[in-house]
């Protein structure tokens, strides 16, 4: 097995200002040990994988890292940095620079080395050692496991894993046994640690987690659900724990395991920079006698503080766009099936079938109007389901299953008030914050197993129906009737703006929050559809379709200026793009943001714009060109489309090709800009 790090692996003067520039400076090194076959490739997968999280950690560590089809061997970089560079981390910028390169099919030997040295990152003798060597042989030597730290007793963690080993794959890690804490048993905690790539957090939070318990004596027992290996918990463990903690940004595997414990969910980095904290709240929950409503199936929500996946380590901001996306990841469907079962009645009876009479009473099996007036009532059935659908799984995704009955109650409340859309925006957040506030008081344990399918719902449907029938419903129905007025009266200058701000919204972070936001705003405007709201749905998934569309186009028209990968990518492109996937451009934003995002965004205020000027409407939530003999207006939607596609396009072709231009070096040793060399391997 070749050696994961050398000493050409390793800058012990790294001189550059940003983390693109650290991350590529060191996967050249990578390039040049044979290790990276694709730098541009690899360094997109990067940067994908530092979107979905910084990799900044207290301490001044950074370790950017992720699995790559173009990584050769698992390959480890070192940098150290003198000036430091932001990775994101809350205490500032780190010093100490890990690029961890892991193929697509990585070997477990391999993989156990790196969360070994994960775990070993969380001693600061070892990081102090780091920071301590001149030469780069004995660093690589030190990182290896092979070194000890120089003029210093050997760290702890390090001896612990000696030659670069870690502990057996995936097995459980355990804190060493505390001593009592007073009743003949300590107080035990078990965790789980997972993260995306699971190389790095996932080890560096159950390390940082069993430290912590050890010394606070508290027998905790930590399940990394990483790529090193995945062994399951002892039930008989699960079974003797007073607490669990979550510390994860994944689904965490199997989860009814952990049924009626107190829990306390964050996310992966909670794990690694506030382990007492979590400990602490652990033993909190657990003297208030709390149990999660962990979902018996393990497919819902994580339960127990209202958080959702990594929510208590979020920013309120962050977790409330959660709780409303949850909601209307719930309610599309509801919106699709209805919307295009509506549409389809029109396209069959034409608009006046919305009065035919109820096909229950009337129905023939000969006429056309018969099964157009049968489609739209189906369809404005589903639609009956989106405003209580949406508080309910609002409220699930808050506080879970117990959640569920007020919301539905507050959702059907808001319909009865005619609060609409807002109302049951409104009423899932009080239905996730009053089942939160219930479960935070202390029961007596014979209580415990009828909180969650008895107690909770009842009062908590009783307090939330209160507050929507005699509190917040009526003036929530004026400002729901203030705003559909204010959408059916937007025409000229003001309906062209509003599709310029979608469209900026749609493209700027391609299925991230201001993305989300706006189709959020689209979709829940399907739920009391009007002429105003179905415009805006329109705009929406026509900004959205540009993107992709445009980059699939540019890889097209100019080869030379895009990766061997990224033209492949761009093949994909163009059904993501058809389809109303905006993700499918994220690879080219990752390897090029300064200038494919602002190209995208121009063509998609323009789509936007368009749109809205051409007065297309939109029932579906989703189908991109699939939908579009359901869309009014259906060729002007097209040109609107291709219009912003050929801005898009057009810019990304004269951004890149100036900046290929000015990227060329004028003399032997000239500095490279960290984005320089994207594409000239073309």
């Known amino acids: 097995m070749s050696e994961l790090i050398t000493a050409e692996l390793v800058d012990l003067d790294l001189s550059a200002a940003t983390k693109d520039a650290a991350a590529r400076s060191l996967a050249e090194r990578m390039v040049a040990a044979h290790r990276v076959t694709d730098l541009d490739g690899f360094l997109a997968d990067v940067a994908a994988r530092e979107a979905q999280m910084p990799t900044g950690l207290d301490g001044g560590i950074g370790i950017p890292h992720c699995r790559s089809e173009h990584v050769s061997a698992p390959t480890l970089a070192f940098g150290r940095s003198a000036r430091g560079i932001d990775f994101g981390a809350a205490d500032g910028p780190a ?23 994960a775990r070993r990152l969380m001693d600061p003798e070892f990081t102090a050692a780091l920071r301590a060597g001149d030469d780069p042989g004995t660093v690589a030597a030190l990182i290896r496991g092979k070194e000890p730290a120089p003029e210093t007793e050997a760290a702890p963690e390090a001896a612990d894993v000696p030659e670069g080993k870690a502990p057996e794959a ?9 001593a009592d804490d007073g009743d003949g048993a300590p107080f035990r905690v078990v965790a789980v640690t997972s993260c995306p790539t699971g190389i790095a957090h996932t080890y560096m939070a159950a390390e ?6 050890r010394a606070e004596g508290v027998e905790v027992t930590v399940e990394t659900q990483g790529s090193a290996g995945f062994s399951k918990l002892d039930p008989a463990v699960i079974a003797a724990a007073d607490a669990v903690i979550w510390a994860h940004d994944v689904e965490v595997r199997e989860k009814a395991r952990f049924r009626g414990k107190p829990l306390v969910d964050v996310g992966v980095k909670a794990g690694i920079n506030r382990p007492a904290e979590l400990i602490a709240e652990a033993r909190r929950r657990a003297e208030r006698g709390e149990i999660s409503a962990v979902p018996e199936g393990g497919d819902g929500p ?18 409330l766009r959660t709780y409303l996306m949850s909601g209307v990841s719930y309610m599309v469907p509801f919106v699709a099936a209805g919307g295009l079962l509506i549409a389809l009645s029109f396209a069959i009876g034409g608009y006046e079938i919305a009065d035919a009479k109820s096909v229950a009473d009337h129905f023939v099996w000969g006429q056309a109007d018969s099964w157009a007036a049968l489609l739209n009532q189906i369809g404005s059935a589903a639609f009956g389901f989106l405003v209580p659908v949406l508080a309910g799984y609002i409220a699930y995704g808050m506080a879970d299953r117990p959640a569920l009955v007020p919301g539905f109650v507050g959702g059907a409340i808001a319909l009865t008030v005619e609060a609409g859309f807002l109302g049951g925006l409104v009423a899932g957040l009080l239905a996730g914050a009053v089942v939160i506030a219930i479960q935070r008081v202390p029961v007596h344990p014979t209580l415990r197993g009828i909180m969650p399918v008895l107690v909770i719902p009842l009062i908590a449907s009783a307090v939330v129906g209160f507050l929507m029938f005699i509190v917040v419903g009526k003036p929530i129905a004026a400002l729901q009737g203030a705003l559909t007025d204010w959408l059916n009266g937007l025409s000229g200058s003001n309906a062209v703006i509003l599709g310029v701000v979608l469209g900026l919204m749609m493209c700027f972070d391609m299925g991230g929050p201001l993305n989300k936001v706006a189709y959020a705003f689209a979709v829940g405007g399907l739920a009391d559809p009007t002429d105003g709201s179905l415009k805006v749905m329109a705009a929406v998934m026509a900004a959205g379709m540009v993107p992709p569309l445009a980059l699939a186009l540019a890889t097209t028209v100019r080869k030379k200026l895009f990766t061997k990968t990224e033209r492949e990518n761009g093949r994909a492109a163009w059904v993501l793009g058809a389809s109303f996937i905006t993700e499918g451009a994220i690879p080219f934003a990752a390897a090029d943001p300064l200038r494919v995002i602002p190209s995208v965004m121009a063509g998609g205020a323009v789509t936007g714009a368009l749109s809205m000027a051409f007065g297309c409407t939109l029932r579906a939530p989703h189908g991109g060109i699939f939908v579009v003999p359901l869309i009014g207006e259906p060729f002007l939607y097209l ?13 990304v072709v004269l951004l890149k090709g100036a900046r290929r231009t000015a990227a060329v070096p004028t003399g032997e040793g000239a500095p490279t800009a960290p984005e320089a060399r994207v594409g000239a391997t073309a």
């Open 170 to 178: 995936g097995a459980p890690e355990r804190a060493a046994s505390p």
């Open 302 to 319: 994580e339960a127990g503080d209202g958080g959702g996946s990594g929510a208590d380590g979020a920013h309120f901001g962050v977790r």
């Open 208 to 213: 940082s987690l069993t430290a912590v318990g």
């Open 95 to 117: 010093d100490l620079i890990f690029l961890i390169a892991a193929p697509a099919g990585a070997d477990d030997d391999h993989l156990t080395i790196l969360s070994g040295l």
């Open 639 to 651: 040109l609107a489309i291709a219009a912003g596609t050929l801005v898009a396009t057009a810019l």
